[in-house]
């Protein structure tokens, strides 16, 4: 039932931010210690979408597509809940909130993911800013 909650934003043109930040250690021959670290910041991305009343819910699938999503709890127009989420090189487990303002017309969303160890792992933080900027515009309606 976890991945079937719904939060409910309200209708019209939306401005969404998304921040990308995380690292990784693996090993490395040519490396001192036979280890090598990066750093995988990205840009942040940012997109301005119509959501009409058919679009209008934040359901955490939407977060986290290729993740097992356990032992959620919303409370009011907080979402929680725990993430596995298989890869080829590693499991990463983690979690997720999303939240939504009490007027619905803003939402904040964090991933937290991290998987293996100090010689071979990863750490992703992916967070998700959104508000309404107004009433869509034009034939998108």
Aim: proline share 4%; aromatic share 4%.
């Amino acid at each position: 039932a976890a991945a079937d909650t719904v939060l409910t934003i309200v209708p019209g043109e939306w401005h969404i931010e998304l921040v990308r930040e995380g690292g990784a250690t693996f090993s490395d021959s040519t490396a001192k210690d036979g280890h090598r670290r990066v750093d995988d910041n990205r840009a942040v991305q940012t997109n301005t979408m119509c959501l009409g009343p058919d679009k209008a819910t934040l359901q955490p699938a939407m977060f986290a597509p290729n993740c097992r999503i356990s032992d959620a709890t919303q409370t009011g127009t907080k979402f929680e809940a725990r993430l596995s989420c298989p890869h080829p090189t590693m499991t990463m487990t983690g979690n997720l909130t999303i939240e939504v303002s009490s007027d619905g017309k803003k939402a904040f969303g964090v991933q937290f993911l991290n998987g293996g160890g100090e010689k071979m792992g990863a750490t992703m933080i992916n967070r998700l800013n959104m508000k309404r900027i107004g009433d869509c515009k034009g034939r998108d309606k």
